[in-house]
């Protein structure tokens, strides 16, 4: 499979504990992303790799949020001290360059459950 | 107000309807304007895409931007009961993006159901 993959997909966890996912996405793909969907509405962005580097973050992302693409390949999102309102579907997503436009695609997502 | 609005619905119809889906939006450094769909628990997948104003047909499936009213629709065309779904609007505006990231902006989705 070349697709984007994601794990783990369900994740249940209670308030305060720490989780961390994992991104692989398609192997020449160098852009990456990190989008969050809650229950009824769109996914919303996150933050952006290009590479390893981490070029841009959303305001949503919080201080206990944080994202790593070490050697521009697989990524990890993880929270610290999780939050009921962190419960949410966590979507990575990943493109590649010198196309016309920028089509992202996309993993099946992280459902994450913080009881 | 968001930058993309989108009808959350529901929307049921029969199969064989003609389906109109819209989102309008407020920024007009949009450029590129995507029609996504994603199944119950999967991620999106790109159904299409327009460039600027105008019209794309891919099968079954028309997508129109109109620019000067900042407004896009999809049409689907003798609906099958597969076609059940939420159907998530998605822009770029390409320029104003940090690091050039050309990050998606979503509406909220229509869920779209079929029935046979």
């Known amino acids: 499979d070349t697709g984007v993959s994601q794990d783990p997909r369900h994740k249940i966890t209670k308030r305060g504990q720490n989780v961390t996912f994992r991104c692989d996405p398609i192997?020449?793909?160098?852009?990456l992303y990190w989008y969050r969907q809650t229950l009824g509405q769109g996914p919303e962005f996150l933050t952006y790799f290009q590479n390893e580097a981490q070029l841009e973050k959303s305001r949503l992302l919080s201080d206990r949020f944080s994202a790593e693409r070490p050697k521009g390949s697989f990524s990890t999102l993880e929270i610290q001290r999780t939050e009921q309102g962190d419960s949410a579907m966590y979507l990575c997503a990943s493109s590649s360059p010198g196309r016309t436009y920028n089509e992202q695609f996309f993993g099946p997502g992280t459902r994450l459950t913080v009881l | 107000q968001k930058e993309v609005e989108q009808d959350p619905g529901p929307l049921s119809v029969p199969e064989g309807a003609i389906v109109s889906l819209n989102c309008t939006y407020s920024?007009?450094?949009?450029?590129?304007f995507m029609w996504y769909r994603q199944y119950s628990r999967k991620g999106p997948e790109l159904l299409m895409y327009t460039y600027s104003s105008g019209n794309k047909e891919d099968g079954r499936f028309t997508a129109q931007v109109d620019k000067s009213s900042k407004y896009i629709s999809l049409f689907i065309r003798d609906s099958q009961p597969s076609d059940s779904a939420t159907y998530l609007c998605?822009?770029?505006?390409?320029?104003?993006?940090?690091?050039?990231?050309?990050?998606?902006?979503f509406g909220k989705g229509t869920k779209l159901t079929v029935n046979p």
């Open positions: 192997s020449e793909h160098n852009r």
């Open positions: 920024n007009s450094a949009f450029q590129y």
């Open positions: 998605a822009m770029i505006h390409p320029i104003l993006t940090q690091g050039g990231s050309e990050k998606l902006v």
